[in-house]
């Protein structure tokens, strides 16, 4: 079965042998593990890149093979970072407090211990008490699971209530903006228990290996990011390859006849919907250690909606174009945006690419939408020959004798 | 009704004040043929939107099956489990996908997702594709898309989805537009041998294919019942030939 899914998919085979290539080389450059060629912040960045490829994947499922425009999966992606953010902080700041009630003369009971946790984190907000969100925040185990479970079930219970209805098209995506403006607003909030626009941080580093240096954390997170896109790239392939993916797109292109088929447009959707939330929600538990920081920005819409222009400009409905947009438009808005890029002088004026990126890119957008609807991935088709002649049958029949257009009209 | 399949009992539905459907009663039974005519805008499509559950009637009843379970306020979805299927004026199929990929989705099994996500064809639903495919004469070209059909092909295809569903009614709108005439003969001999075994319901402008059915014949005008019985009963009343056949 499963050599029979790879034989009809040789392009996950191909891309996963291209991840594996990539993390062995970059392993092989970085200062942790390698010759010391590529700086550790590098590192991190390519590691942050694969878990946006990760989320751009699941995009793609939800957008490009379902239809379905959601502006929110950067909010079920941030709130996986958040949830192990939340356990990091907590584990990290328990070590710090600790040794330093160490040298106290009297040992601290277990109860000033929390105190001075809390103190600690909540200090920046005026407070000292522990939300009841954080209930769980010195268990590893269950933050691990809430990373899933949390995105999941925000997903399930709002598209549950969205599909139910049967909103569709740009009033779901607005919808779900509204949602992730909502959430993201709340958490700006300093009562909302997370530190309001302070965020969570010093994620980077991992309690109790204080020892390990950063070149080393940095490889680490490389190949877990890179196990994660590889796993998520496989179930994702799986996933739309057999009869489900019929359904899927076919929801996607005509979902009212896929109704009087007998399939529950809406279930579907709902399965769809709340498995990629959950994917986003892995991808985000995976950047933010590599980010160092959580902040409510994160969140806001328009994160979600650049999530949107990666997969459109790699190529929607087919996974690797989710992959090629993320990396490649993430990696260049870095460069751009980061000062590195030279500004041009034109004589006249200088442009600076800090003030000029965000404008090139909605311009690439447009053109890509407009002129090249199947996005970097669809040069694939040109080089692999797979570009079929752009036939589609005649409107009516095509013989003598049939009946003409206007008499099949309604 | 005892031993009918489908029981339509005065049913109305109005669209902005407009009456489509008016006190509207039809019924059929498990192996029937039954073609409908009538005038544009008679109110045929909207009587099978009715019964397929895309559109809620506002008075009304519809009964199916041994038990009589009212059909009204089910999704369509459900309605299809139930055994209707339903063939559409303009051919609709996944034109992104191949022919057998179609088939494959329309094929009876179960349809929730899990089920779905993890069924992997079987042989004999491979086998009944590629019948299917050969029944509507498209056996050679399983693997294209159906977006490149032509719009004969398309309309065979989706009267291939459709008994591929194994429903136990069919309606069929309008399936020989486009259509050549040694088309049209081949799509009335699929759907008299579909009769057999099942009841179909056939919506049709065109006299001839109506006439090679052979079938009992219900006029509709202005969302009501005109005319009911054989076609050469039918074409003999005045008011049908006023409304309709005259034009
Ligand atoms: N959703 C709708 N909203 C408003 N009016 C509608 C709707 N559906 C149908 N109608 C109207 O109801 C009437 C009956 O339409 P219907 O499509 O059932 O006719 P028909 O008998 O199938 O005609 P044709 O032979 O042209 O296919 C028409 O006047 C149509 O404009
Ligand atoms: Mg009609």
Known sequence: ?410 | MKGQLLEVSGVSVSFDGFRAINNLSFTIGPAEMRAIIGPNGAGKTTFMDIVTGKTRPDAGRVLWGEKSINLIGMNEARIAREGIGRKFQRPTVFEDQSIQDNLLMAVKNKRGPFPVLIYRPAAQDQARVEELAAQIGLADQLSRKSGELSHGQKQWLEIGMLLAQEPRLLLVDEPAAGMTLAEREHTTDILVEAARTRAVVVVEHDMDFVRRLNCKVTVLHEGAVLAEGSLDHVTANQQVIDVYLGR
């Open chain 1, 1 to 410: 079965m499963t050599r029979s899914f790879v034989f009809r998919n040789p392009s996950v085979l191909i891309f996963l042998a291209l991840l594996a290539l990539f993390t062995l080389g970059v392993t092989a450059v970085s200062e942790g593990f390698g010759v010391g060629l590529m700086s550790t912040s590098f590192v991190k960045t390519l590691g942050k890149t694969l878990c946006l490829a990760l989320v751009a994947v699941a995009m793609d499922l939800v957008w490009g093979y379902c239809g379905i425009l959601s502006l929110g999966h950067f909010a079920f992606f941030g709130l996986g970072g958040y949830m192990i953010g939340m356990w990091l902080m907590y584990e990290r700041t328990r070590g710090i407090v600790e040794t330093s009630l160490a040298e106290a003369p009297i040992p601290p009971t277990p109860q000033e211990v929390v105190d001075a946790i809390g103190n600690q984190i909540f200090g920046v907000v005026g407070s000292s008490d522990f939300p009841l969100v954080w209930s769980f925040a010195d268990s590893l185990t269950i933050q691990l699971f809430l990373v899933v479970a949390l995105p999941g079930l925000l997903a399930l219970i709002f598209g549950w209530l969205a599909f139910r209805s049967r909103v569709t098209g740009v009033y779901l995506s607005i919808l779900t903006q509204a949602m992730t403006l909502a959430l993201s607003l709340y958490l700006f909030q300093n009562d909302s228990g997370l530190r309001g626009n302070n965020g969570l941080s010093g994620l980077q580093n991992l309690p109790g290996l204080n020892a390990v240096p950063q070149s080393t954390v940095s490889v680490w997170f490389l190949w877990a990011s890179a196990l994660a896109l590889g796993l998520g790239y496989l179930l994702a392939a799986w996933v739309v390859s057999g009869k489900f993916g019929s359904v899927v797109r076919g929801i996607r292109d005509n979902e009212a006849r896929v109704r009087f088929l007998g399939y529950s447009v809406e279930s579907y959707k709902l399965v769809i919907f709340t498995l990629t939330a959950m994917i986003a929600g892995i991808a985000g538990a995976l950047y933010y250690p590599q980010a160092g920081i959580i902040n409510p920005a994160e969140i806001a819409p328009i994160a979600s909606i650049y999530l949107a222009v990666w997969v459109a400009i790699g190529g929607r409905g087919r996974l690797y174009g989710a992959v090629i947009g993320a990396v490649f438009v993430s990696l260049i808005s870095t460069w751009f945006t980061g000062g590195q890029a030279p500004d041009v002088n034109l004589g006249f004026y200088t442009v600076k690419w800090v003030d000029w990126w965000l404008i090139v890119l909605g311009l690439s957008f447009v053109l890509v939408t407009l002129f090249a609807p199947k996005g970097i991935g669809g040069l694939f088709d040109l080089i692999a020959d797979r570009r079929r002649p752009d036939r589609h049958g005649d409107d009516l029949g095509p013989d003598q004798g049939s009946l003409r257009e206007k008499e099949a009209v309604e």
